[in-house]
């Protein structure tokens, strides 16, 4: 197929180039090939089966392992002039399926859980239609040596099959080569095209130090601020944490100072972040909830204050700094106490206890599924702690369409439970 990619790429995304990998992703499937792509967080994988969706015509199947994630990326599109977009999920009610079951042919892009792919009758409609690209989004979710190995993606080779074998492609930022291997063997498919673009960030230098406590990291970091005044992260594992150290730094630097974390109203969070990307401030003390599609190409200090919960967003957070290309520093400062600490939720991103008892016996009593926004406000939630209850749910098997209606009180003891484990 001839297209103009560019064309297509400002048209339907307003972007003018493609990011390092996209535009040889997008090619292959367009070519019909089947691809593996690793390509970094962030990079902008989703790009590389929408674009081909918007020019192939027919329907794009995509494959990701949470409900939120799905239900994020259609609200994104749609608000980006995106219409024939859903996310067949068992948050939405019987009606509310059956709507968008009817009319599945009309969707141009359907993100779907692999374990609702297993449903007969959707299978049944999805044979009818006019698959024309599978994307498994998340795709080291396959292997049993990816960290979030599922057993329903066991069956999806069984699945494109059935859809009589559409091209197929497999995303992932992170895949060892035993987790590529292992994805093309479980698809069966030993022939997929690799496409594999690590992270490779030249021009960050990381350091590690380690300190004896909390003061002695604050010291150090206005030390170093001191000495150098550019845009700076400062990362935190807890909201507390980001609070108290950025009023210390207010009071001893130069700089213009700020917190931001997922506890803080909105238009606050809006407005600290609208203020560091004009530069209007120089230092943001965070939590992981800052940064999310923040695309700030000046940032030349990223400090972790505390050992990262986990690898990936470590990547992730440092992968914020030097995006210009220009040198840039990661620091990470820890003391041995730290090693507690990734095991213990960040106490603040969590709901309280008699909160949740006040949204289980709401939610038992709705008959429609409210809308997330409506019992963020109900009960003065933030979406970190909304999605915390919401994944529980997911996770415990909630996922039916039937939750809203009545959450056994068993579940609603385990979800208690691992809200006073303070797992992340
Ligand atoms: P990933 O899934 O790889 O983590 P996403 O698909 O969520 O990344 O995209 C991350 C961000 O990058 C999105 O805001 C997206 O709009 C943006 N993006 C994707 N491709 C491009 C591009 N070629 N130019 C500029 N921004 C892009
Ligand atoms: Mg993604």
């Given amino acids: 197929m001839r297209v103009d990619l560019y064309a297509a790429l400002k048209k339907y995304f307003g972007f003018s180039s493609f990011r390092e990998g996209q535009e040889e992703v997008i090619r292959d499937v367009l070519q019909g090939k089947d691809v593996l792509g690793i390509l970094p967080t962030g990079t902008g994988k989703s790009l590389c089966y929408q674009l081909p969706s918007k020019v192939m015509g027919g329907t794009t199947l995509v494959i990701s392992p949470l409900i939120s994630l799905m239900v994020d990326q259609v609200k994104q599109l749609k608000s980006s002039g995106f219409q024939s977009v859903t996310a067949l999920n068992s948050f939405m009610d019987k009606e509310e399926k059956q709507k968008v079951m009817n009319r599945l042919h009309a969707f141009s892009l359907v993100y779907i859980s692999p374990e609702m792919?297993?449903?007969?009758?959707?299978?049944?409609?999805?044979?009818?239609?006019?698959?024309?690209?599978?994307?498994?989004d998340e795709a080291h979710c396959i292997s049993q040596w990816g960290h979030e190995f599922r057993t329903d993606y066991l069956k999806l080779d069984q699945t494109i099959d059935l859809l009589k074998n559409p091209p197929v492609l497999a995303?992932?930022?992170?895949?060892?080569?035993?987790?590529?291997?292992?994805?093309?063997?479980?698809?069966?498919?030993?022939h997929m095209k690799k496409r594999i673009y690590p992270m490779d960030k030249q021009n960050i230098s990381l350091a590690v130090e380690e300190h004896l406590s909390p003061e002695e990291k604050t010291e150090r970091i206005i030390e170093v601020l001191t000495k150098n005044q550019a845009p700076t992260m400062?990362?935190?594992?807890?909201?507390?944490?980001a609070e108290?150290?950025?009023?210390?730094?207010?009071?001893?630097?130069?700089?213009?100072?700020?917190?931001?974390?997922?506890?803080?109203?909105q238009t606050d969070r809006m407005l600290v972040q609208q203020q560091f990307m004009n530069n209007q401030l120089d230092v943001i003390c965070c939590t992981s909830a800052f940064g999310m599609g923040l695309d700030k190409k000046d940032i030349r200090i990223v400090i972790h204050f505390h050992l990262p919960p986990q690898l990936e967003s470590f990547i992730q957070e440092i992968g914020r700094a030097g995006r210009?290309?220009?040198?840039?520093?990661?620091?990470?400062?820890?003391t041995r106490q730290d090693h507690h600490l990734p095991q213990r939720l960040i106490q603040s991103e969590l709901p309280e206890k008699k909160d949740l008892n006040r949204i289980f016996s709401f939610l038992q009593k709705e008959r429609e599924v409210p809308e997330d926004e409506d019992i963020m406000e109900r009960f003065q939630l933030s979406e970190s702690q909304w999605n915390f209850v919401k994944f529980k749910l997911e996770e415990e098997g909630m996922i039916r369409g039937r939750w809203h209606q009545k959450v056994p009180s068993a579940i609603q003891q385990k979800i208690e439970q691992s809200l006073e484990n303070r797992w992340v």
């Fill in 117 to 136: 792919l297993q449903n007969q009758r959707l299978q049944q409609r999805l044979q009818h239609m006019n698959i024309k690209l599978f994307v498994i």
């Fill in 171 to 190: 995303l992932s930022a992170t895949a060892t080569p035993e987790v590529q291997q292992d994805i093309m063997n479980k698809l069966r498919r030993p």
């Fill in 244 to 265: 108290k150290v950025s009023f210390e730094l207010r009071d001893r630097l130069k700089q213009r100072v700020a917190f931001y974390h997922g506890g803080m109203e």
């Fill in 234 to 241: 400062i990362y935190f594992s807890s909201r507390q944490w």
């Fill in 324 to 334: 210009d290309g220009e040198d840039a520093v990661s620091l990470l400062l820890f």
